[in-house]
C-alpha cells in the first residue's frame, strides 16, 4: 500500500494541521459534533482523513452513550466528552480503508445533478446497518449545480437524527452562503514548513530510515503544502531502506529562480528581446505557469524582506524595486486561460519596459560602439506625392509622406494595432525593423514561435491594410528570424528604476 494510505491520521490528535486539529479537540471536550459539517482547504491537507476520523469516532462503542444523549436525546451519560476511536478495531480499519458502509464517501462532481441529490434523501432515511450512525462525507461539494445546492440546503435544515454530513472543498467561495451558514466551517490551510517535517519524520521513523534535515527541508518546499504530495515524493526517495534524494533530482530541481532572476534583470536593463528569450525557453521547457507564478513572488517579497532586515541575506534590488514589481505583477490576473503559456505576465513586463524608456532618460552602453564603415545609418525614405490631388475625407489618419525616418514609420505603423489587436501589437514590438521602403519592410524576429504567428494570413493581411490606410503605401512584409542577436540596450541604475516606479505607485 502506498505510503500516503498506510500513514494517514488516524486520531484527532494526529491531525498535523495544528488549528484543524484543535478546533476538533475543543468539540470533542465540549462533547458537540455538529451534524453539518464544512470542511475547506487545498488538497492533500487532511481533510478525507480528519471525516473518516470523525466517522469511525460516532460509531465507537466507548462514545455510543454520548452519541445517544447527543443525536437521540437519551438520558445523559457522566462524561460528557468524545474519546478518541479505537484505531485497532476493525469497524475502525474499514472506515481508514474507505470500505465502510455507515461512512459513505461520495464525489460530488460526479453526483452534481439535482437528481443525484434527490437519490440521496431517500437513501439518508435508512438507518445504519453497523453502528448508530450514518456519515456522509461529499466531496468535492463546490461542483454541485445551483438546483442540486438548493435540494441539499433543505436536507441540511432537517436532517435525520442517525446522519452526520460533512462536506469537503478546495474552493469556498463557491459555496452558495446558504449553505455555509447551515455549517460549522473548518479551514484546512496549507501546511506549514515545521507541519510538514514533522509528517515526513514520522514516517522516516515507522519505515526506519535515516534522514538529514537539510532533505526534509527540500521535500517539504517540493510538496507546497500538501502531505499526500510531500509523502508521495518522500516514498519515490526511499531505496533500500536509505533517503536518497539524487534518485529524485530532476523532480525536485526548479530553474525558476535562475529565470526569475534573468527575467527581472532583462526588466532592469530595459532588453526587450532578453525578456522574449526566457519567456521563449519557459515555453519550451513546459514550465509549469502556476508554480513559476508562486516562485516568482516569493523571489520578490524574500527579496523586500532582506531589504528590510527581517530575514538575512543580502538582497538583489532596492526596497522600491521590490515593491514595484510585487504591486504590478498582483495586479495581474494570472490564472486566466490564454491560447500561448505566460503571455499576461509577458504582456505586462513588456509594458513596464517601456514605460520604463520613456520615464528615464537613455544613458549610453556601457561598451559604447566605435565608428566604423559598417555602422548603418537611418534610411529616409522620399515618397512622391501628386500635385493638386485632393486628401480623402479621412487624411487626417494619414502621416505626412515625406521626409520621415524609417524607424517613424514602422513605429506609426504598429500603433494602429493598440486598440483593434493588442496581441499583434506585442508581437510587433518584440520586432526590430531592419530596412524599409515604398515596398518592403524587412523586419528582425527572435523567437520561432513570433515568426511564424506573424507569418499567419490573416496578421499578414492586417499589416498590409494598416500599410495602406495608414501610410497610403502597398506594402509587403518579410520576417526574418535572427538566431543570435546582440541588443544594446541602455544601462540604469536603481535609482533610475526606481523613478519609473514612483510614477507608476503614485
Same mark, same amino acid.
Request: glycine share 4%; with cysteine.
Given at each position: 500500500?502506498?505510503?500516503?494510505?498506510?500513514?494517514?491520521?488516524?486520531?484527532?490528535?494526529?491531525?498535523?494541521?495544528?488549528?484543524? !486539529?484543535?478546533?476538533?479537540?475543543?468539540?470533542?471536550?465540549?462533547?458537540?459534533?455538529?451534524?453539518?459539517?464544512?470542511?475547506?482547504?487545498?488538497?492533500?491537507?487532511?481533510?478525507?482523513?480528519?471525516?473518516?476520523?470523525?466517522?469511525?469516532?460516532?460509531?465507537?462503542?466507548?462514545?455510543?452513550?454520548?452519541?445517544?444523549?447527543?443525536?437521540?436525546?437519551?438520558?445523559?451519560?457522566?462524561?460528557?466528552?468524545?474519546?478518541?476511536?479505537?484505531?485497532?478495531?476493525?469497524?475502525?480499519?474499514?472506515?481508514?480503508?474507505?470500505?465502510?458502509?455507515?461512512?459513505?464517501?461520495?464525489?460530488?462532481?460526479?453526483?452534481?445533478?439535482?437528481?443525484?441529490?434527490?437519490?440521496?434523501?431517500?437513501?439518508?432515511?435508512?438507518?445504519?446497518?453497523?453502528?448508530?450512525?450514518?456519515?456522509?462525507?461529499?466531496?468535492?461539494? @463546490?461542483?454541485?449545480?445551483?438546483?442540486?445546492?438548493?435540494?441539499?440546503?433543505?436536507?441540511?435544515?432537517?436532517?435525520?437524527?442517525?446522519?452526520?454530513?460533512?462536506?469537503?472543498?478546495?474552493?469556498?467561495?463557491?459555496?452558495?452562503?446558504?449553505?455555509?451558514?447551515?455549517?460549522?466551517?473548518?479551514?484546512f490551510r496549507k501546511a506549514s514548513g515545521k507541519e510538514l517535517k514533522e509528517a515526513l519524520e514520522r514516517v522516516l521513523k515507522a519505515e526506519k530510515i535515516k534522514f538529514a534535515d537539510e532533505d526534509l527541508e527540500k521535500i517539504s518546499l517540493r510538496a507546497d503544502g500538501s502531505f499526500r504530495d510531500g509523502v508521495k515524493i518522500l516514498e519515490m526517495a526511499c531505496k533500500d531502506g536509505k533517503l536518497d534524494l539524487e534518485s529524485i533530482k530532476d523532480l525536485l530541481a526548479s530553474d525558476n529562480e535562475s529565470h526569475i532572476k534573468n527575467l527581472l534583470e532583462a526588466v532592469v536593463q530595459k532588453d526587450e528581446q532578453e525578456l522574449l528569450k526566457i519567456f521563449g525557453e519557459l515555453?519550451?521547457?513546459?514550465?509549469?505557469?502556476?508554480?513559476?507564478?508562486?516562485?516568482?513572488?516569493?523571489?520578490?517579497?524574500?527579496?523586500?524582506?532582506?531589504?528590510?532586515?527581517?530575514?538575512?541575506?543580502?538582497?538583489?534590488?532596492?526596497?522600491?524595486?521590490?515593491?514595484?514589481?510585487?504591486?504590478?505583477?498582483?495586479?495581474?490576473?494570472?490564472?486566466?486561460?490564454?491560447?500561448?503559456?505566460?503571455?499576461?505576465?509577458?504582456?505586462?513586463?513588456?509594458?513596464?519596459?517601456? !514605460?520604463?524608456?520613456?520615464?528615464?532618460?537613455?544613458?549610453?552602453?556601457?561598451?559604447?560602439?566605435?565608428?566604423?564603415?559598417?555602422?548603418?545609418?537611418?534610411?529616409?525614405?522620399?515618397?512622391?506625392?501628386?500635385?493638386?490631388?485632393?486628401?480623402?475625407?479621412?487624411?487626417?489618419?494619414?502621416?505626412?509622406?515625406?521626409?520621415?525616418?524609417?524607424?517613424?514609420?514602422?513605429?506609426?505603423?504598429?500603433?494602429?494595432?493598440?486598440?483593434?489587436?493588442?496581441?499583434?501589437?506585442?508581437?510587433?514590438?518584440?520586432?526590430?525593423?531592419?530596412?524599409?521602403?515604398?515596398?518592403?519592410?524587412?523586419?528582425?524576429?527572435?523567437?520561432?514561435? @513570433?515568426?511564424?504567428?506573424?507569418?499567419?494570413?490573416?496578421?499578414?493581411? +492586417?499589416?498590409?491594410?494598416?500599410?495602406?490606410?495608414?501610410?497610403?503605401?502597398?506594402?509587403?512584409?518579410?520576417?526574418?528570424?535572427?538566431?543570435?542577436?546582440?541588443?544594446?540596450?541602455?544601462?540604469?541604475?536603481?535609482?533610475?528604476?526606481?523613478?519609473?516606479?514612483?510614477?507608476?505607485? +503614485?
Amino acid at each position: 500500500m502506498a505510503w500516503y494510505r498506510s500513514y494517514r491520521p488516524k486520531k484527532i490528535q494526529d491531525l498535523n494541521i495544528s488549528s484543524v !486539529r484543535e478546533s476538533l479537540e475543543r468539540m470533542m471536550a465540549a462533547g458537540k459534533i455538529p451534524q453539518s459539517l464544512l470542511f475547506a482547504g487545498p488538497k492533500g491537507t487532511g481533510k478525507t482523513s480528519a471525516s473518516r476520523i470523525l466517522g469511525a469516532m460516532l460509531n465507537d462503542p466507548a462514545n455510543a452513550d454520548l452519541v445517544d444523549y447527543l443525536f437521540f436525546k437519551k438520558v445523559a451519560p457522566k462524561k460528557l466528552a468524545f474519546v478518541e476511536p479505537n484505531e485497532e478495531s476493525e469497524f475502525a480499519k474499514r472506515v481508514y480503508d474507505g470500505h465502510s458502509f455507515v461512512v459513505q464517501e461520495l464525489d460530488a462532481a460526479s453526483n452534481r445533478r439535482i437528481d443525484d441529490i434527490r437519490l440521496l434523501r431517500e437513501r439518508i432515511n435508512l438507518p445504519p446497518s453497523d453502528g448508530k450512525m450514518m456519515v456522509y462525507i461529499l466531496d468535492e461539494v @463546490h461542483m454541485l449545480t445551483n438546483e442540486a445546492f438548493n435540494a441539499l440546503l433543505k436536507i441540511l435544515e432537517e436532517p435525520p437524527a442517525h446522519v452526520v454530513f460533512i462536506l469537503a472543498t478546495t474552493e469556498l467561495h463557491k459555496i452558495p452562503a446558504t449553505i455555509v451558514s447551515r455549517c460549522s466551517l473548518i479551514n484546512f490551510r496549507k501546511a506549514s514548513g515545521k507541519e510538514l517535517k514533522e509528517a515526513l519524520e514520522r514516517v522516516l521513523k515507522a519505515e526506519k530510515i535515516k534522514f538529514a534535515d537539510e532533505d526534509l527541508e527540500k521535500i517539504s518546499l517540493r510538496a507546497d503544502g500538501s502531505f499526500r504530495d510531500g509523502v508521495k515524493i518522500l516514498e519515490m526517495a526511499c531505496k533500500d531502506g536509505k533517503l536518497d534524494l539524487e534518485s529524485i533530482k530532476d523532480l525536485l530541481a526548479s530553474d525558476n529562480e535562475s529565470h526569475i532572476k534573468n527575467l527581472l534583470e532583462a526588466v532592469v536593463q530595459k532588453d526587450e528581446q532578453e525578456l522574449l528569450k526566457i519567456f521563449g525557453e519557459l515555453r519550451d521547457n513546459n514550465c509549469n505557469q502556476r508554480d513559476f507564478y508562486k516562485d516568482l513572488f516569493e523571489f520578490l517579497h524574500k527579496d523586500l524582506l532582506m531589504n528590510l532586515g527581517v530575514i538575512d541575506g543580502v538582497a538583489h534590488y532596492s526596497i522600491k524595486i521590490d515593491q514595484f514589481f510585487l504591486k504590478e505583477v498582483l495586479s495581474l490576473d494570472l490564472n486566466q486561460d490564454t491560447p500561448i503559456p505566460f503571455l499576461v505576465l509577458e504582456l505586462k513586463l513588456l509594458d513596464i519596459i517601456e !514605460r520604463s524608456k520613456k520615464n528615464t532618460p537613455n544613458l549610453p552602453p556601457k561598451n559604447p560602439p566605435t565608428n566604423s564603415g559598417s555602422e548603418k545609418k537611418t534610411e529616409k525614405i522620399e515618397l512622391k506625392t501628386k500635385e493638386n490631388k485632393k486628401e480623402p475625407a479621412d487624411s487626417k489618419k494619414k502621416i505626412q509622406k515625406t521626409d520621415l525616418v524609417g524607424q517613424d514609420l514602422w513605429q506609426k505603423l504598429i500603433e494602429t494595432f493598440s486598440a483593434d489587436n493588442f496581441s499583434l501589437l506585442t508581437l510587433l514590438k518584440s520586432c526590430k525593423l531592419d530596412t524599409i521602403s515604398e515596398e518592403l519592410a524587412r523586419i528582425f524576429v527572435y523567437y520561432p514561435f @513570433h515568426k511564424e504567428q506573424l507569418e499567419q494570413i490573416k496578421n499578414k493581411e +492586417l499589416l498590409n491594410k494598416a500599410a495602406r490606410e495608414v501610410l497610403g503605401l502597398d506594402m509587403q512584409f518579410d520576417f526574418v528570424l535572427q538566431n543570435e542577436t546582440v541588443v544594446a540596450s541602455n544601462q540604469i541604475q536603481d535609482s533610475e528604476l526606481m523613478l519609473a516606479a514612483k510614477d507608476s505607485l +503614485l
